[in-house]
């Protein structure tokens, strides 16, 4: 079955630094698509940045782009998330996604705080 499993998560100042990762399995990774989004709480989750099946392009929400890289590494199944100049509004539960004709595969999500 497919699993989408997410690491990386923790706390972190202001300005600081985080590398999320996703272990995908069950699936054909190389040929799907990979997102992450996000969801603070009380908020609706939303769309973080896309990567395409070999890598070459990838898209990022305008509220992440010039601080976050997404990532993928094919033989090893896992998409990744640098995240650099964090800020408090970045706060939040980060999930992996892969979208396969209709349905939407989640992971558990990480929590990443990013606090003084």
């Known amino acids: 079955q497919v699993q989408l499993v997410e690491s990386g998560g923790g706390l972190v100042q202001p300005g600081g630094s985080l590398r999320l990762s996703c272990a995908a399995s069950?699936?054909?990774?190389?040929?799907?698509?990979m997102r992450w989004y996000r969801q603070a709480p009380g908020n609706e989750r939303e769309w973080v940045a896309s990567?395409?099946?070999?890598?070459?392009?990838?898209n990022y929400a305008d509220s992440v782009k010039g601080r976050f890289t997404i990532s993928r590494d094919n033989g090893k199944n896992t998409v990744s998330l640098q995240m650099n100049s964090l800020k408090s509004e970045d706060t939040a539960a980060y999930y992996c996604?892969?979208?396969?004709?209709?349905?939407?595969?989640w992971g558990k999500g990480t929590l990443v705080t990013v606090s003084s």
């Open positions: 990567i395409s099946t070999e890598g070459g392009r990838t």
């Open positions: 996604n892969a979208l396969m004709g209709a349905i939407n595969y």
């Open positions: 069950g699936f054909s990774f190389s040929t799907t698509v």
